[in-house]
């Protein structure tokens, strides 16, 4: 098998650096390619800014070939594409970097090459959305003389112990003969295991529905927070004793963002819509989530107004910008909604994250991170729980006792905050 294929890595992200990186330390011959140069010169300096590979692993690959040369895909003869999938301003699927990967695949595909999707997309957007830009610029037929096929990424980003290799990989091909070449292909690098999906539309549906289930059942606990907020009573309390039965699942509030959680859905409703289907549930679910950050300022603001602070001008810390913890991805990161929230009622907001690019977080948000913390702030929100938050003097950061101390994340011991979500 080995000697055999050839394979490219389209896109050198999150997704498709680990990949190409585990292929190459089985013994693939592995080419990865990437239109970013910035992001290639990096790579081949031994450098992974998203800190996905270890430089343990980069020593294990030996033989890689990161590139921006589309020329260099000719002699490929299996290409996997693992670009971005975003939605637009009007959270409607952007296809452009798929569709634009596609073309670039098609220019330098060949008779019996295989192409295999890991972008999450929604179910049927392999064979009706970009076989066709396969067929068109490459001039070949599809199933005859080229192959499809689907393995949806379900890469942690920041996860040190649910690593690519021992995740199961779903796969599944355009025939059923390159349906068990292609769960071969992965079983070679996937420690955990396969699992051969029947088509591709159902290995794209399955992967679609896995983040919009946690979508809904995080907006459930969400919509909990806004009503124990009235209530009066904490919510992770309540959690942590209906946790005490044994089927509770264990999900906690929060702000939801990242290129999964808060992007997928759309993609399943996009596609249900464009069938006749109106989905409730998940749009629902979608609307509460997307309003968390609206909340957590108002509180904030409130929690302030109530304790005699001053808003207009007032100093306020937000800690962390990133969507989750311990990682440096800030794709659709929501914090922007409780800075921009904070900002709106007058408030001058530092914004601290050593996790965070500096340069990232300008170009997307507009938003510049100070680079030390030595201001005393009327207001502490702390919206991401990284570990090296919990070193922190909060102490020190306070102008006053009556400082407003809000845990989006319950990462601090419940004595030392004002309130938590």
Avoid at 110 to 132: A, F, H, L
Avoid at 350 to 362: I, L, Q, R, S
Wanted: with cysteine; glycine share 8%; proline share 5%.
């Amino acid at each position: 098998m080995k000697d055999s294929y050839k394979i490219a890595i389209v896109g050198l992200g999150y997704v498709g650096l680990p990949l190409a990186v585990e292929f190459a330390r089985k013994g693939f011959s592995v080419i990865g390619f990437d239109i970013n140069e910035k992001r290639v010169g990096e790579l081949n300096a031994g450098k992974d800014v998203t800190d996905e590979v270890t430089s343990e692993e980069f020593e294990d690959a030996q033989g890689i070939v990161f590139t921006a040369n589309e020329e260099d895909l000719d002699d490929c003869n299996v290409l996997i594409i693992t670009v971005p999938t975003p939605v637009d301003d009007f959270k409607q699927p952007d296809l452009r970097p798929l569709l634009a990967a596609s073309a670039t695949v098609g220019r330098h595909l060949k008779k019996g090459d295989m192409v295999i999707y890991e972008s999450t997309t929604y179910p049927g957007c392999t064979e009706d959305d970009c076989v066709p830009v396969l067929e068109k610029v490459s001039g070949l037929t599809y199933n005859e003389d080229f192959f499809c096929g689907y393995s949806p990424e379900r890469i942690n980003p920041g996860d040190k112990q649910r690593r690519l290799r021992n995740i199961m990989k779903v796969t599944s091909g355009s025939t059923p003969e390159k349906a068990e070449e292609i769960d071969q292909l992965y079983k070679a690098i996937i420690e955990a295991g396969t699992h051969k999906a029947s088509s591709i539309k159902v290995a794209e549906a399955s992967k679609i529905i896995e983040n919009t289930q946690r979508d809904i059942n995080i907006s459930l606990v969400n919509e909990l927070a806004l009503i124990f907020d009235r209530i009066g009573v904490d919510t992770v309390e309540v959690l942590e004793a209906s946790g005490t039965k044994w089927n509770f699942l264990p999900f906690r509030p929060g702000l939801v963002g990242g290129h999964c959680i808060g992007v997928d859905p759309y993609y399943l409703t996009h596609k249900a819509e464009r069938l006749g289907y109106h989905p409730q549930v998940i749009l629902s679910g979608r609307r509460i989530n997307n309003n968390m950050g609206v909340f957590i300022a108002n509180k904030v603001v409130k929690l302030m107004v109530r304790d005699q602070l001053p808003i207009k001008n007032a100093k306020a810390l937000v800690l962390g910008m990133t969507f989750k913890e311990n990682c440096p991805d800030v794709r659709n990161s929501r914090v922007i909604d409780v800075i921009d929230e904070l900002s709106g009622f007058g408030l001058q907001v530092d914004t601290y994250d050593p996790y965070a690019d500096k340069e990232e977080v300008k170009k997307y948000y507009g938003v510049e991170l100070i680079d030390e913390l030595k201001e005393r702030y009327e207001t502490i929100v702390l919206a991401v729980g990284h570990d090296k938050f919990a070193t922190l003097d909060f102490e020190k950061l306070k102008s006053s006792p009556r400082t407003v101390v809000y845990d989006v994340k319950s990462f601090l011991p419940k004595e030392q905050v004002t309130d938590r979500l």
